[in-house]
T-cell receptor, first 113, second 111 residues
Framework: DADVTQTPRNRITKTGKRIMLECSQTKGHDRMYWYRQDPGLGLRLIYYSFDVKDINKGEISDGYSVSRQAQAKFSLSLESAIPNQTALYFC????????????FGSGTRLTVV | KQEVTQIPAALSVPEGENLVLNCSFTDSAIYNLQWFRQDPGKGLTSLLLIQSSQREQTSGRLNASLDKSSGRSTLYIAASQPGDSATYLCALNFGNEKLTFGTGTRLTIIP
């Protein structure tokens, strides 16, 4: 099993729908992150969490919300999806046990039509 | 604003050649630097992690160096193979909980 697992791998949804992307990790890391990747814009941080009670906005949090259900689970929600949220979404973890190197999931390709 | 530049943006080399990818940054106050590879539409695979106090790291055919004084990191790939074809990203951790990614180098190894 992968260290960081994202579900679904691909999703097509309609404008205005609520959608949740899920992330789970087996590394035992405290820190978890959500990034989105767009062609020409690179990876941008949406939200990050240091533990279940500590959640912080990243540089592009508008239109998104997150939930840290447990140390191992961090979900990202789009409350009302819009087409410009079409992107590749990545979950990542890091921790002092790995010298704060990052481990990324395989990504969720989201298309909003 | 921290800027991270990777040159060249794209590189094609024949199989078997050794090659160097470059990553330049303007702010030397880094915590660590990480090299990733990304296959089209896929996730990021970590290749090497260099801490601020280190000069280089090696893994198999890969060697990454870090020179903070000149604001530069290089990724050396020895004896390139077609399976090395991917986009390579450097990412800097400035200790502010946000990785700053480079612009990427798209590498093609020609069989």
């Amino acid at each position: 099993d992968a260290d960081v697992t994202q579900t679904p791998r691909n999703r097509i949804t309609k404008t205005g729908k609520r959608i949740m992307l899920e992330c789970s990790q087996t590394k035992g890391h405290d820190r978890m992150y959500w990034y989105r990747q767009d062609p020409g814009l690179g990876l941008r941080l949406i939200y990050y969490s240091f533990d279940v009670k500590d959640i912080n906005k990243g540089e592009i949090s508008d239109g998104y919300s997150v939930s840290r259900q447990a140390q191992a689970k961090f979900s990202l929600s789009l409350e009302s999806a819009i087409p410009n949220q079409t992107a590749l979404y990545f979950c990542a973890t890091s921790d002092w046990t790995d010298n704060y190197g990052y481990t990324f999931g395989s990504g969720t390709r989201l298309t909003v039509v | 604003k921290q800027e991270v530049t990777q040159i060249p943006a794209a590189l094609s080399v024949p199989e078997g050649e050794n090659l160097v990818l470059n990553c330049s940054f303007t702010d030397s106050a880094i915590y660590n630097l990480q090299w990733f590879r990304q296959d089209p539409g896929k996730g990021l695979t970590s290749l090497l992690l260099i801490q601020s106090s280190q000069r280089e790291q090696t893994s198999g055919r890969l060697n990454a160096s870090l020179d903070k004084s000149s604001g530069r990191s290089t990724l050396y790939i020895a004896a390139s193979q077609p399976g090395d074809s991917a986009t390579y990203l450097c990412a800097l951790n400035f200790g502010n909980e946000k990785l700053t990614f480079g612009t990427g180098t798209r590498l093609t190894i020609i069989p």
